[in-house]
């Protein structure tokens, strides 16, 4: 865990309304938009704590910003 980091990716889009981005799917992002290492992480936290502890110690010990709610899906 590095922080925040902030990429540009290209979206292309069709005029059906649909679109994609290709790096999307390299980086391992899904429509949720955690990487497969964070919701290792968001797991494991989880199933350790409550959810709402589980938040603040994901900010304490990895600077991993989320809510609970994220933790409980």
Known sequence: MVGDV???????????????S???AWAGIGPRTLS???????????????FEQA???LKQLCQMQTSNDTVRA
Do not use: N, Q
């Not at 540009?8 to 994609?20: I, K, T, V, W």
């Not at 497969?36 to 409550?50: D, K």
């Open 22 to 24: 290709p790096m999307d």
């Open 6 to 20: 902030t990429v540009s990716r290209r979206y292309f889009a069709c005029d059906c309304g649909e679109g994609r």
């Open 36 to 50: 497969e290492h964070a919701r290792r992480v968001i797991t494991l936290a989880g199933t350790t704590w409550s």
């Open 55 to 57: 938040a603040v110690k």
